[in-house]
């Protein structure tokens, strides 16, 4: 829900700015900086519900290429392992790049710089939660069940 408010918030920005800049004769400076910020979360949280739903392109494409006796629960906990690791190395190097940028303001939103980056964190946490939570259904033999139906 995240992503679709922020992908609603682009459109408005977008539009904002086209009305600004040919109808008004006016562009808003602050439009085009704000719809890049929120490219930044609508990409972030949408790769989060893709690993939520297992609908990235790498976890289906890995066991594909195993024959059907190799794959197994085992092989399929390593590959959401190593996607929560990538989560988890998100979020620390998210965290590291937003302490070294903080001082740094952007001109037209007056924000600091590494407040864009430090958005990483939160849906980088919630592939990391969702890895996990593919972890344990699998070793309880369940499935879990995708955030859209």
């Not at 085009?32 to 494409?61: C, K, N, P, Q």
């Not at 959401?80 to 988890?88: D, E, K, Q, S, Y």
């Not at 990391?128 to 699998?138: G, K, M, Q, T």
Request: charged share 15%; hydrophobic share 55%.
């Amino acid at each position: 829900m995240v992503a679709v408010v922020g992908l609603m918030a682009i459109v408005a920005c977008v539009s904002f700015q086209v009305f600004g800049r040919y109808i008004m004769n006016d562009t808003p400076t602050w439009a085009e900086a704000l719809a890049l910020v929120l490219v930044i979360w609508v990409t972030m949280f949408g790769a989060a519900v893709g690993v939520r739903d297992a609908g990235h392109i790498g976890m289906e494409s890995l066991l594909v290429l195993v024959p059907e006796r190799v794959r197994v629960r085992s092989s399929e906990i390593v590959i959401h392992g190593l996607v929560g690791v990538f989560g988890a190395l998100m979020a620390y190097n998210g965290a590291l790049l937003a302490i070294s940028v903080m001082d740094y303001k952007i001109p037209t939103l007056g924000i600091p710089e590494g407040s864009t980056t430090c958005r990483w964190r939160s849906p980088a946490r919630l592939i990391l939660l969702f890895s996990i939570e593919h972890i344990v259904a699998l070793l309880h033999g369940t499935e879990v069940e995708p955030a859209w139906h």
